[in-house]
C-alpha cells in the first residue's frame, strides 16, 4: 500500500542523506519526497510516500525516529488529510493553436504563467489524477510537451491537529490507521469531505 | 596558544572555561567523559589531536591496524558497559575503521569513533586521503558528525558520548577536519553538554499491556522466558531472574544473552537457535507463551519464521520500537527498558507452579547428554569441545572469555558455561572474524584485574594477528587459545552438510603459531591430546606475561545439533549416533 510520512527534520546538511539512506537500507522506494521550510524555526517539514506492506508503517516511522535529526513523524496513513501536488508543463504552442490550450487550462482550471511566441508555460496545482488528465491531454498531440516539473506530494492532516499537538495530547499517531485508537475528534474529521 | 600543564592540574579547564586548541579539545573532552583509554593510530589529519596527547591523562594504545582499534574499544565497552573509544587518521585509516564499526553496530555496542580529515577549506576536493567517512559510515553508526569548526569539537563529542550509550547503544563517528584541530577556541565542558536527552517518542509500556502480560503468564501452560543481549545491557539480570523464579519459568539464552542468566541456574535451558540444543528449541516449538526479553528474533535464533513457535502467543520486552513486530508478530509489546518494564511487570507476576512443564522439558533431553561430545571417553583425539569443557572446569568459569566467529565461537557458546554478563565477549550480529585477539586486549584494558581468554580459529586469528605486538608493546597478559583445525571449519561444515562435501578454498595452511608468538616474544605451546590439555592450560594461566596454546584439534568435527539455514527450529541435524558412553571421570 502507499504509506505517506510527514516529518519535521533538523534544518542541517546530510540530514536528508540520512532519511533517504534509511529507505535504500530497507529496500523500499521512495515515490514522492519534498523538502521545505516549516512553522517550526530550524526544522524542515517533508512528506514522504512510499510503497510497502501495511504493516512497514510501524517500522519505518520508528526507524525514522531513530535518526537523531528527526524530530516528529506522522503516518498519515487513512487520515483525513489534504494532499497537492504542483506541476510546471511547458507546452509548444504557436499564436495560431493557442486558444485551443486557453481552453484546456481554463477546463483544468490550471494559470497560464509564462508565454512566447513558441511556447507557453502551465501552473497546475492539485492531486495527482488531476494533473495526470491534464498531461495526458496535452499528450494526445505528439511533440505539444517540451518539459515537465513535478513538485511531488505535500501532505496536511485536516483540522487544526498537527503531529506536534497529537503528541502533546498523547494520542497514539502511529496507531491512527487503526479506527479504534484513533482520538474522538480526529475520527469526527473523517467525515469532511474533500471539496474537490 | 595551547596550556602545557594540562596534566596536572587536569580538572581546571573542565570547571573553568579556557581557550584552548581543538586538538586539546578533543582530549579535553574526552576526560571530562570520563574516558581513560583511546585505541589508535596515527596519520596527517590527526596529528594535531596526537601531538597534544601528552598534556592528558588518558592512555593510548597503539594498534596495528584500525580494524583492530575499533575492535578493542568494542570489547572494552562489552566487558566494562562503558563506551569504549577509537582513533584514526583520514582516508585508509578511517575506512580500516568500518569493519569493527559495523559489528559494534549490529551488537548495539556503545563506542565513539574519532578520525581526522582533511581541512574544511579542501573538502570535496578529492584532496590526499580525503574520504567521506561520514557518508560511508552513516547506515553502520547511530549517528555521525563532520566537525568543521573548532568550537563544535566539545558539543559534537558530548552529543555523541550522549547517542553512544542512550537507548538501544551504538557506535557515534566523529569526523574532525585537521583545521579544526588547529584552531582555537573557548573550552567550557558544561556548556558543551548536549540538550537534554529524548527518549524514542515510541516508547511504550501501557497499564493495560502489562496486565495483559501478567495475565498471559498467569495462564500459561508452556511458558518460556527467551533472554538476550538486552538483559546485560539494561542491567536487568536480577529481575529476569525473579520473573523466572516467582513463575517457575524456563529461561533460554540468546548468543549474545549467555551469562545475563547462571548457566547453571536450575531454570536455565541454554543457548536456543541453530546451534542450542535440539531439546531447547523443540520446547520453544511446543511453548504456549514466549517471553522476549531484550532480544530480536533474529533468523539465527528463529529459523524459518513461517513455522516458528506458532502455538505460542508473544510478549516482547524491547527497548527498540522498530524491532516490534519486525521479524515476529508479537500479541503484547512492552516497549521501554527492559529493567523499568519488569519493576512494573513484577508486582503483577505471582508464584506459579511450573512442575510439569519443566519435568516435559526435561524428559524430552532424552539421549542428548549421552551423545554429547564432551562425554566422550579419551580415544586419543583432541575435540574443540573437550578444549572448551577444559577450559571452563579448569578457569572455574570466572574468566571473561573472547571469541572469534566459526565453530570453536558454537562449542564455546555449548561448553563454556557463563554465569555472569559480560564474561562472554562475541560478535554475534555481524559474525566477524578477527575480531577476539583485539577485542580481548580491549577488554583486558577495561578488565585488568580479570583473567582474559581469546578462543579463536585458525583463519580467524590471522585476520588481525598483528595486534600480538600491540600485546607486547602494552606489556598486557591475556590467554590465547587457537582451535587449531586445518580449516575454515564452518564454512567447511556447511559445505559438507549442503554442499556435497566440496571443500573449496576452505582448507587453510597457517604458520606455526607457537612460532609466530615466539618470534613477539610471546610464549607458547602446542596441544594435540586431550591429556595435555589441563596442564597446558595451567601454563597459561600461571605464566606472567601473555600464552598462546595451539590446540590441534580434530579436522572435520562439526557443531550439532544445528538448525540448516532457512529451516524450521525442530528440522534440526543431530549428533551423529555415538555408542552410548560414559561420563568422562573428571568432568565431574
Ligand atoms: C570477516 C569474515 N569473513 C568471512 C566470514 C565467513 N566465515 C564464517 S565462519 C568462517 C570460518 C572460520 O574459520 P576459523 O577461523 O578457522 O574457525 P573454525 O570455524 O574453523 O572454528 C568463515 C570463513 C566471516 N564470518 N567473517
Ligand atoms: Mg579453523
Not at chain 1, 506530494?153 to 497529537?166: A, D, E, I, N, Y
Not at chain 2, 575492535?71 to 575503521?97: C, E, F, I, K
Not at chain 2, 563506542?111 to 584532496?127: F, P, R, W, Y
Amino acid at each position: 500500500m502507499l504509506h505517506t510520512f510527514v516529518a519535521y527534520v533538523e534544518d542541517l546538511p546530510g540530514v536528508l542523506t540520512r532519511v533517504a539512506s534509511l529507505f535504500r537500507r530497507l529496500n523500499i522506494n521512495i515515490i514522492s519526497l519534498t523538502v521545505g521550510r516549516s512553522e517550526r524555526p530550524g526544522l524542515s517539514r517533508l512528506t514522504l510516500v512510499c510503497e510497502a506492506s501495511a504493516e512497514a508503517g510501524h517500522r519505518i516511522r520508528a526507524s525514522l525516529y531513530k535518526l537523531e535529526n528527526v524530530v516528529d513523524v506522522d503516518d498519515i496513513a487513512g487520515a483525513p488529510a489534504v494532499t497537492r501536488e504542483l506541476a510546471l508543463i511547458k507546452v509548444a504552442a504557436t499564436p495560431r493553436n493557442r486558444s485551443q490550450i486557453f481552453d484546456l487550462v481554463e477546463v483544468f482550471r490550471a494559470r497560464i504563467v509564462d508565454l512566447t511566441s513558441e511556447s507557453l508555460m502551465i501552473e497546475m496545482t492539485g492531486v495527482e489524477s488531476k494533473i495526470e488528465g491534464l498531461i495526458e491531454v496535452l499528450r494526445e498531440d505528439e511533440g505539444r510537451i517540451l518539459e515537465i516539473c513535478r513538485s511531488g506530494k505535500l501532505t496536511m492532516r485536516r483540522g487544526h491537529h498537527t503531529s506536534g499537538v497529537l503528541k502533546a495530547m498523547g494520542a497514539k499517531t502511529e496507531d491512527n490507521a487503526d479506527a479504534d485508537n484513533e482520538p474522538a475528534e480526529i475520527a469526527k474529521e473523517r467525515a469532511v469531505v474533500e471539496p474537490e | 596558544m595551547g596550556t602545557n600543564d594540562i596534566k596536572q592540574s587536569s580538572n581546571d579547564h573542565l570547571t573553568t572555561p579556557t581557550r584552548l586548541t581543538g586538538a586539546e579539545i578533543v582530549w579535553a573532552t574526552l576526560v571530562g567523559e570520563g574516558v581513560t583509554t583511546v585505541f589508535g593510530y596515527p596519520g596527517g589529519a590527526i596529528l594535531p589531536v596526537y601531538d597534544a596527547l601528552r598534556k592528558f591523562p588518558i592512555h593510548h594504545v597503539l594498534v596495528r591496524h584500525e580494524q583492530g582499534a575499533s575492535h578493542m574499544a568494542d570489547g572494552y565497552a562489552r566487558a566494562s558497559g562503558q563506551v569504549g573509544v577509537a582513533m584514526a587518521t583520514s582516508g585508509p585509516g578511517a575506512t580500516n575503521l568500518v569493519t569493527g564499526i559495523a559489528t559494534a553496530m549490529l551488537d548495539s555496542i556503545p563506542m565513539v569513533c574519532i578520525t581526522g580529515n582533511v581541512s574544511s577549506k579542501v573538502l570535496g576536493t578529492d584532496a590526499f586521503q580525503e574520504i567521506d567517512i561520514t557518508g560511508i559510515t552513516l547506515p553502520v553508526t547511530k549517528h555521525n558528525f563532520l566537525v568543521n569548526r573548532t568550537e563544535d569539537i566539545a558539543p559534537a563529542l558530548r552529543h555523541a558520548f550522549q547517542i553512544a550509550q542512550s537507548g538501544r547503544p551504538g557506535p557515534v563517528l566523529v569526523d574532525i577536519t585537521k583545521d579544526a584541530q588547529q584552531g582555537t577556541a573557548i573550552f567550557d565542558f558544561a556548556a558543551a553538554k548536549p540538550r537534554a536527552y529524548r527518549p524514542h517518542p515510541m516508547l511504550r509500556v501501557e497499564d493495560s499491556a502489562l496486565a495483559q502480560a501478567a495475565e498471559l503468564i498467569r495462564n500459561a501452560k508452556r511458558p518460556i522466558i527467551l533472554a538476550g543481549h538486552g538483559v546485560s545491557e539494561s542491567g536487568a539480570m536480577e529481575q529476569v531472574r525473579t520473573l523466572a523464579e516467582r513463575a517457575q519459568i524456563p529461561v533460554t539464552l540468546t548468543l549474545l544473552g549467555l551469562g545475563a542468566f547462571p548457566a547453571s541456574h536450575a531454570l536455565n535451558m541454554g543457548m536456543m537457535g541453530m546451534h542450542g540444543e535440539a531439546w531447547v528449541n523443540q520446547a520453544i516449538q511446543e511453548a504456549d507463551l514466549l517471553i522476549a526479553c531484550g532480544m530480536r528474533f533474529d533468523d539465527r535464533v528463529t529459523g524459518t519464521v513461517a513455522t516458528y513457535a506458532t502455538k505460542a502467543k508473544k510478549i516482547h520486552i524491547e527497548v527498540d520500537p522498530a524491532e516490534i513486530n519486525k521479524n515476529i508478530k508479537v500479541d503484547v509489546a512492552l516497549v521501554g527498558d527492559l529493567r523499568e518494564v519488569l519493576e512494573q511487570l513484577l508486582p503483577r507476576i505471582a508464584g506459579r507452579d511450573g512442575s510439569a512443564w519443566l519435568k516435559t522439558i526435561d524428559s524430552s533431553k532424552g539421549a542428548a547428554a549421552v551423545r554429547d561430545i564432551k562425554n566422550l571417553p579419551d580415544l586419543g583425539h583432541l575435540y574443540a569441545a573437550h578444549v572448551m569443557h577444559d577450559l571452563w572446569r579448569i578457569t572455574g568459569g570466572n574468566a571473561i572469555v573472547v571469541t572469534d566467529v566459526g565453530q570453536h565461537q558454537m562449542w564455546e557458546a555449548q561448553y563454556f558455561h557463563h554465569e555472569r554478563p559480560r564474561t562472554l565477549i562475541t560478535s554475534g550480529g555481524l559474525g566477524t572474524m578477527g575480531f577476539a585477539l583485539p577485542a580481548a586486549i580491549g577488554a583486558k584494558f577495561a578488565c585488568p584485574d580479570k583473567e582474559v581468554w581469546v578462543v579463536a580459529g585458525d583463519g580467524g586469528f590471522q585476520m588481525t594477528a598483528a595486534e600480538l605486538s600491540t600485546i607486547v608493546q602494552e606489556k598486557i597478559k591475556i590467554n590465547i587459545a587457537i582451535i587449531n583445525n586445518g580449516y575454515l571449519g564452518m564454512v567447511r561444515q556447511w559445505q559438507e552438510f549442503f554442499y556435497g562435501g566440496n571443500y573449496e578454498s576452505t582448507p587453510l595452511v597457517s604458520p606455526d603459531f607457537v612460532k609466530l608468538a615466539d618470534a613477539h616474544g610471546i610464549q607458547g605451546r602446542a596441544v594435540s591430546t586431550r591429556a595435555q590439555v589441563a596442564g597446558a592450560v595451567e601454563s597459561a594461566r600461571s605464566a606472567p606475561g601473555t600464552f598462546l596454546l595451539n590446540f590441534m584439534v580434530e579436522k572435520e568435527e562439526s557443531v550439532y545439533p544445528m538448525i540448516p539455514a532457512g529451516a524450521s527450529l525442530h528440522e534440526m541435524i543431530r549428533r551423529p549416533g555415538h555408542d552410548p558412553l560414559l561420563e568422562s571421570p573428571d568432568d565431574k
